[in-house]
């Protein structure tokens, strides 16, 4: 088959390996010049919301998919007719702001933090003064990487973070004191088959994912998070894969966000998992059965953002991904995957990459 893909970045990039692998074409579209997934399959250069490049993007697949998430639905809507579009544009919506996306959550029954509406400056007070400080400000829509946020720790804090966020529309969101953040990643075919894969325990640096480890050995957590997926994937009727980031406190999880796309979180899966989370999309957009998503050890990813050292590129263990991309602070250029037999070897691995790992955001 030829599988549109929507975005040619990194995740395309993979997401167009999986689908060579399996005897797929790729198709991608995207505005930029020579953006990662160039390598696997001609990109037609357009923007997201072109509607003369979306239309050719569709006519010419099987399928259509998406690796990037600010794709206007109403873009997408135009071509539903010409090709099947996955995962559903009307999940992608809710993704995209995030008052509807807590709206989900608690429509599906996924605990979340407390959160309000923010229209005003007096909503946010009124919020302060209901959810307590401190709390998070954050853009409904188009945030990304820890973009378009603001921790609000002190009264004083409020004007402050409205001044610099406001004119948007905005929530506010209990700040969780977490022990420690997961993801659960799920996948759902066209027939509704679904395999979820373990939790990933994500480290964040400056908003941006630096360390994902799986799997998460809480049989407990685990168990809650499998049935937190189902039920999202089915209320969705969603077909891929689908990413949901979690706060765990305690022997909870609270909802933080979900990504209707393959995840960062989830790359240690094309070493680690039976099935990587990109094979298995491709499987799921092409109505296939999804692949085992057994782990083949105790993984671990570490991104490469800003820059990529000399000594990354040939490390003393595990599998160095390069994107292609030019460098520049703050920017998600490639990672490395280790996998080992314990979660303490892994860490041990992980200890040796950081030595020749450098950033800069
Ligand atoms: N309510 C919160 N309480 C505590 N930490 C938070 C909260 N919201 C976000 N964070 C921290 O900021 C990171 C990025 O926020 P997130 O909502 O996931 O936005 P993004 O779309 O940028 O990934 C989270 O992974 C978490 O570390
Ligand atoms: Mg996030």
Same mark, same amino acid.
């Not at 004119?167 to 969780?176: D, P, Q």
């Not at 027939?191 to 979820?196: L, P, S």
């Given at each position: 088959m030829r599988i549109g893909i929507i975005g040619a970045g990194q995740l395309g990039q993979m997401l167009g390996f999986a689908a060579r692998d399996l005897g797929h074409e790729c198709l991608f579209l995207d505005p930029?010049?020579?953006?990662? &997934?160039r390598v696997v399959g001609p990109v037609i250069?357009?923007? %997201? $919301? $072109?509607p003369v490049a979306l239309a050719v993007l569709a006519e010419k697949s099987d399928v259509v998919t998406y690796? %990037?998430?600010?794709?206007p639905v109403e873009a997408l809507g135009e071509i539903a007719g010409i090709a099947p579009i996955y995962p559903p544009p009307a999940a992608l919506g809710q993704a995209q702001d995030r008052l509807s996306e807590k709206r989900l959550f608690e429509t599906t029954g996924i605990p979340l933090p407390a959160y309000r509406q923010i229209d005003s400056l007096s909503d946010l007070e009124a919020a302060a003064a209901e959810i307590g400080l401190p709390l998070v400000l954050k853009t409904r =829509? %188009? @945030?990304?990487? @820890? !973009?378009g946020q603001f921790v609000? =720790? +002190? &009264?004083?804090?409020i004007e402050l973070a409205f001044n610099e966020l406001g004119g948007r529309k905005l929530i506010a969101e209990e700040w969780v004191p977490f022990d420690y953040e997961v993801s659960a990643i799920g996948v759902r075919n066209v027939d509704g088959i679904i395999a979820t894969y373990c939790l990933t325990r994500n480290e964040h640096a400056g908003g941006i994912l630096r360390v994902s480890r799986a799997p998460v050995d809480d049989v407990a957590l685990t168990e809650r998070s499998v049935g937190y997926m189902h039920s999202l994937l089915e209320h969705l009727d969603y077909v891929g894969v689908l990413a949901l980031e979690l706060f765990v406190v305690g022997k909870g999880l609270l909802a933080n966000e979900f990504a209707p796309r393959v995840h960062n979180? @989830?790359?240690? +899966?094309?070493?680690?998992? =039976? +099935?990587?989370q990109f094979s298995n999309h491709v499987l799921a957009v092409t109505n296939q059965s999804p692949g085992p998503t057994e782990t083949l050890g105790y993984a671990g990813m570490i991104n490469l953002i800003g820059e990529i050292s000399e000594a990354a590129t040939s490390p003393p263990c595990g599998v160095f991904h390069d994107y292609g991309k030019t460098p520049r602070p703050? =920017? !998600?250029?490639g990672h490395i995957t280790v996998v080992a037999d314990s979660a303490r070897e892994c860490d041990t691995l992980l200890a040796k990459l950081e030595e020749c790992v450098t950033e800069s955001r």
């Amino acid at each position: 088959m030829r599988i549109g893909i929507i975005g040619a970045g990194q995740l395309g990039q993979m997401l167009g390996f999986a689908a060579r692998d399996l005897g797929h074409e790729c198709l991608f579209l995207d505005p930029s010049e020579n953006p990662p &997934a160039r390598v696997v399959g001609p990109v037609i250069q357009a923007p %997201f $919301d $072109d509607p003369v490049a979306l239309a050719v993007l569709a006519e010419k697949s099987d399928v259509v998919t998406y690796e %990037f998430e600010n794709v206007p639905v109403e873009a997408l809507g135009e071509i539903a007719g010409i090709a099947p579009i996955y995962p559903p544009p009307a999940a992608l919506g809710q993704a995209q702001d995030r008052l509807s996306e807590k709206r989900l959550f608690e429509t599906t029954g996924i605990p979340l933090p407390a959160y309000r509406q923010i229209d005003s400056l007096s909503d946010l007070e009124a919020a302060a003064a209901e959810i307590g400080l401190p709390l998070v400000l954050k853009t409904r =829509r %188009f @945030g990304y990487d @820890g !973009k378009g946020q603001f921790v609000v =720790r +002190t &009264a004083s804090d409020i004007e402050l973070a409205f001044n610099e966020l406001g004119g948007r529309k905005l929530i506010a969101e209990e700040w969780v004191p977490f022990d420690y953040e997961v993801s659960a990643i799920g996948v759902r075919n066209v027939d509704g088959i679904i395999a979820t894969y373990c939790l990933t325990r994500n480290e964040h640096a400056g908003g941006i994912l630096r360390v994902s480890r799986a799997p998460v050995d809480d049989v407990a957590l685990t168990e809650r998070s499998v049935g937190y997926m189902h039920s999202l994937l089915e209320h969705l009727d969603y077909v891929g894969v689908l990413a949901l980031e979690l706060f765990v406190v305690g022997k909870g999880l609270l909802a933080n966000e979900f990504a209707p796309r393959v995840h960062n979180s @989830g790359h240690w +899966t094309i070493e680690g998992a =039976r +099935t990587s989370q990109f094979s298995n999309h491709v499987l799921a957009v092409t109505n296939q059965s999804p692949g085992p998503t057994e782990t083949l050890g105790y993984a671990g990813m570490i991104n490469l953002i800003g820059e990529i050292s000399e000594a990354a590129t040939s490390p003393p263990c595990g599998v160095f991904h390069d994107y292609g991309k030019t460098p520049r602070p703050g =920017r !998600k250029l490639g990672h490395i995957t280790v996998v080992a037999d314990s979660a303490r070897e892994c860490d041990t691995l992980l200890a040796k990459l950081e030595e020749c790992v450098t950033e800069s955001r």
